[in-house]
């Protein structure tokens, strides 16, 4: 019994050691990223250039919108290029600067974040939003700590935000895990979550994910091996507490802010720290240890942005990746060469048809024949519709299959055109090039918008039947004869659009009538224009609906007076008849 309860005791403790550790893998997710101060076209590329390389793909940025920064044009711009660039937006909210310290927020503004973040058209699905910085710090609080308030405060930003959009990710502040308990400048964090728990208990319900700033301390000196709290770990003696406070909500990490300075900064104006500091050749090793040692194989850990892409000034000039004119210090170039990988993101896709195979519905093939549609796709969604992102439209069955180009089952060979660089808010036509079998029978597609192969969006089931070919008979004249007798007459037939959809060469008029056996690539129900050519004759047309049988067109009487057959009537006709004579025997002969 002892060794059954040892069995059992030791599964228990398996089932939860995987469920903490795995219970966030099963996004594909590259976790790589940077934090900028300012959102640059330059910045913004070196940071896509960062986070995607080595195999990487959809990585991140964590930026700051101020509130007298809510500008819906100019963040839009930026979340647009993000989307080109594939990085996801980590968006940290901020007030605005009060003296030497950050003004708190009020609780009345939280409408006015939520329409103004709303309004925007976000990169991917999931709308990361972290409500304001280290609360724990006195001036991040309009100069005085006070957990209860960014309690009420933040929670109703988060249910604010939430009962806007359900999409927005909500994360409370990073806080600073080194602080001391100092009231009322500084609260340790141990602290400050206990007391915000205590008295605001349904804090976490709208809250989404763990935002930690793990950083090396105590100075920011400590080594990538150091565990629990004051580590690049902290955020893991963070995840061990909230348990304790009595929340069992389980939450991705991100890790928005850590890193370690450097001492090849602009001239610091606090040397004894700055002495403390690591050359940039070891920052860029500890980097890289974290990276591959810490945060890449901990699966609770979604994203990591190491502060600071570019700060060229104090105090945060030791932390900047980038140096001071051009280039980047070593940590740059470690971080881009390890492997990464390529991130997969849920994104939100909306797309209309405007015109297309709706016009078809319910409509007539013929077997054997080809034909172009025109299929108008506006995109209303998040993604940049493009065909070397696996995006295409595609027909699937009733199970969500993506049905073969080549169908045995109907007879249907199709193929769409590709997608090229849809961004949201635009449009394209795309061209349906299909073609019936031998096959007769009724035809149910579904059109989807499909990324890989995955039907994504179903756009329009299209219901069409494929019927044995349809003839045409023709009755035509020519003048001065009374009855026509000719074999070189041609016919053509052109679509809505003025495709020429079908055409047929040495058609036999006999008694002024002639028939074609067998029209190809016309749909039944269907507005077509018909033109009837002899040589020397100026063409005629008529217009048809074609029906599945008993076609029948009037032409009005042919004029033998295109002598340069060029299909109109001309002073070069009367010329080309001046410069053979002959010409006019067929006003009789033909």
Do not use: C
């Amino acid at each position: 019994m002892r060794i059954q309860r040892i069995i059992i005791i030791t599964i228990i403790l398996f089932i939860n050691f995987v469920w903490v550790r795995f219970s966030f893998a099963a996004p594909i997710n590259n976790k790589f990223g940077i934090h900028l101060a300012v959102p640059t076209d330059e910045d913004l590329e070196a940071a896509g250039q960062l986070a995607n390389s080595s195999g990487g793909d959809w990585g991140y940025v964590t930026l700051v919108i101020q509130e007298n920064d809510r500008n819906t044009e100019k963040w839009q711009g930026i979340f647009d290029r993000l989307r080109r660039l594939h990085l996801i937006p980590i968006i940290r909210l901020a007030t605005g600067p009060q003296g030497d310290m950050w003004r708190k927020p009020e609780k009345v503004d939280a409408e006015s974040w939520a329409s103004f973040l709303d309004g925007l058209n976000w990169v991917v699905k999931n709308r990361y939003i972290i409500l304001f910085n280290e609360p724990n710090h006195a001036k991040e609080w309009g100069g005085a700590v006070s957990p209860v308030d960014y309690a009420q405060t933040a929670g109703l930003f988060a249910k604010t935000l939430k009962k806007q959009n359900a999409d927005f990710f909500v994360m409370l502040a990073g806080f600073d895990a080194a602080a001391p308990s100092w009231l009322p400048y500084f609260e340790d964090e141990s602290i400050f979550l206990k007391e915000m728990i205590e008295r605001e208990p349904s804090i976490f319900d709208a809250i989404g994910g763990w935002v930690s700033h793990s950083y090396p301390n105590p100075g920011f000196s400590g080594t990538p091996y150091e565990t629990g709290r004051n580590s690049i770990r902290s955020y893991e003696w963070e995840l061990s507490l909230l348990p304790k406070l009595g929340v069992s909500k389980k939450f991705p990490v991100f890790i928005t802010e850590t890193g370690w300075p450097h001492k090849a900064s602009l001239k610091s104006k606090v040397e004894s720290l700055n002495s403390t500091f690591y050359p940039p050749e070891k920052v860029a090793e500890y980097i890289q240890i974290a990276y591959e040692r810490v945060w890449l194989p901990d699966k609770r850990v979604r994203a990591v942005t190491p502060f600071i892409l570019r700060y060229d000034s104090e105090p945060f000039a030791s932390f900047s990746w980038s140096i001071l004119g051009d280039g980047f210090y070593p940590q740059y170039y470690t971080a881009q060469e390890i492997s990464k990988q390529k991130g997969d993101p849920e994104q939100n896709h909306t797309v209309f048809i405007k015109t297309g195979l709706g016009d078809f519905q319910g409509q007539e093939l013929i077997v054997n024949s080809v034909y172009e549609f025109k299929i108008e796709v506006v995109n209303r969604g998040q993604a940049i519709l493009d065909q070397k992102d696996g995006y295409a439209l595609a027909f699937f069955d009733e199970k969500a299959r993506v049905l073969p180009q080549n169908d045995p089952t109907s007879g249907i060979t199709y193929f769409f055109s590709d997608f090229s660089d849809v961004s949201p808010f635009s449009r394209e036509t795309i061209d349906l090039y299909l073609k019936t079998g031998a096959i007769s029978g009724i035809n149910r597609f579904t059109l989807g918008l499909a990324k890989n192969n995955k039907i994504l969006v179903s756009l329009v089931t299209w219901n069409f039947s494929v019927i044995p070919r349809p003839s045409l008979t023709i009755n035509l004249t020519a003048w001065p004869k009374l009855q026509t007798e000719a074999n070189d007459v041609e016919v053509q037939v052109f679509d809505r659009t003025e495709r020429l959809v079908f055409r047929k060469k040495g058609i036999v008029i006999h008694r002024g009538g002639g028939k074609i056996e067998e029209v190809h690539n016309v749909v039944i129900g269907q507005p077509y224009r018909v033109v009837v050519i002899k040589p020397y004759y100026v063409p005629r047309q008529t217009f048809i609906v074609f029906e599945k049988q008993n076609n029948y067109t009037v032409f009005e009487k042919l004029i033998p007076i295109d002598f340069n057959k060029d299909g109109k009537f001309s002073y070069q006709d009367a010329w080309s008849l001046l410069k053979n004579i002959s010409l006019l025997r067929l006003w009789w002969i033909r």
